[in-house]
């Protein structure tokens, strides 16, 4: 199993214990508030070292506490035991794995590949379109280590070069301009391979779940594509620069770059149209829902290997047929961590080696 188990001290609401994870498939039941959200949150933490609820790692610290951390065992492919250890301690992060201090979060991709389902995903498809690209930049970075400096880099090209604006410094434009239109027609390319791949896997996904054919997703890059007497081609860094010198007087009037990657868009298509202005909130939870499947089948057709799945009270919005078709359809994984309500059917999905445990005030036992 790649998560063996976990020892928490001073994290949110959950007692400073260890808890046993040996098994393929575990489920947490209780009430809201009690932490079983939590629970995965400290799964994801001990993977990535950092959380998908909040930016601010101090928000996480026990109340009343000064620090807290996480040490994480867990099996890598040759199945050996490894450890990841992390302590947040007067807004400084260690993390250590097998002893070794990690410098970069970087280096812990791959080390616990996880895919977390959670209620705030419902922003990738009604929410602005930072989180769409959230979303693929997060799925390009689970594996692909180049992508995460080729994001860094042009980040910090971006803030410098709206700086300069801001400053109404243009002499250094030209050099920002060419520094901006290498790297973001890296992050383009790859962008659009993604989406392509995904392709591959969401139509099919929903038509199968939900019986409605054609849904696609679309990648409209900020920089276009040139169209030729041959066709269209991909933009080389040349037609970028135009595009940029094009729009310099408009950067400048509004004091911030106006095009490229940080201003793509990733649209759901159903018979030429825009999808999501007229579907239902049911059709746009199940966008949600299996954009984190075609994720971890995207994952795992890239690299070969299989995620841990973190699904948190993702189910409730879905009418019975749905729920039983969603479970059916997982994904693969190594591993797979639930949160259910009480009063859910949570029965009808265990399986034999299914390991239950009940959360109240941030405490689990498991159900023998």
């Known amino acids: 199993m790649p998560f063996l188990s976990l020892s928490l001290y001073n994290f949110r609401n959950l007692k400073n214990d260890k808890i046993d994870l040996y ?54 492919d040759k199945e050996s035991t490894q450890q990841i250890s992390i302590i947040y301690d007067k807004n400084k992060k260690i993390i250590e794995k097998n002893g070794k201090r990690i410098k970069d979060r970087k280096e812990l991709i791959n080390t616990i590949p996880c895919v977390v389902f959670c209620h705030d995903d419902m922003r990738f498809a009604t929410g602005e379109p930072e989180f769409r690209r959230f979303f693929l930049d997060q799925s390009l970075t689970m594996y692909d280590g180049l992508y995460i400096d080729d994001l860094r880099n042009y980040r910090k090209i971006l803030k410098t070069r709206n700086l300069l604006l801001k400053e109404n410094k243009y002499d250094m434009l030209d050099i920002y301009d060419l520094q901006l239109a290498q790297k973001g027609l890296e992050i383009q390319k790859k962008r659009k391979t993604a989406i392509f791949q995904f392709n591959e896997i969401f139509g099919k996904l929903y038509e199968q ?45 509004m004091c911030t770059t106006l095009s490229g990657p940080h ?19 049911g059709q746009c939870r199940l966008i949600s ?24 009270d993702v189910m409730l919005e879905l009418d019975p047929e749905k729920r039983a078709r969603l479970t059916s359809m997982l994904p693969e994984y190594e591993q797979l961590f639930c949160t259910f309500l009480p009063g859910e059917p949570y029965e009808r999905y265990k399986k034999e080696t299914t390991r239950v445990f009940n959360v109240t005030n941030g405490e689990w036992n498991e159900q023998k």
């Open 289 to 312: 829902l299996l954009l984190r499947v075609a994720q971890a089948v995207y994952y795992t057709r890239i690299t070969g290997s299989k995620p841990v799945l973190l699904m948190d």
């Open 23 to 76: 098994s393929r498939e575990i489920y947490f039941v209780g009430q809201n508030g009690q932490g079983k959200s939590n629970l995965l949150e400290s799964l994801y933490y001990s993977a990535y070292g950092s959380s998908f609820r909040t930016h601010s790692d101090a928000q996480i610290i026990k109340e009343g506490e000064q620090n807290f951390s996480l040490r994480a065992l867990y099996t890598n």
């Open 209 to 253: 779940i939900s019986g409605i054919q054609g849904i696609s997703i679309s990648y409209v890059p900020s920089w276009k594509e040139i169209k030729d007497e041959v066709g269209t081609k991909f933009p080389t860094v040349n037609d970028i620069l135009f595009v940029l010198k094009e729009k310099r007087e408009q950067d400048k009037i």
């Open 263 to 281: 201003r793509d868009k990733i649209i759901f298509i159903k018979d030429g149209k825009q999808f999501i202005p007229t579907a239902s909130t």
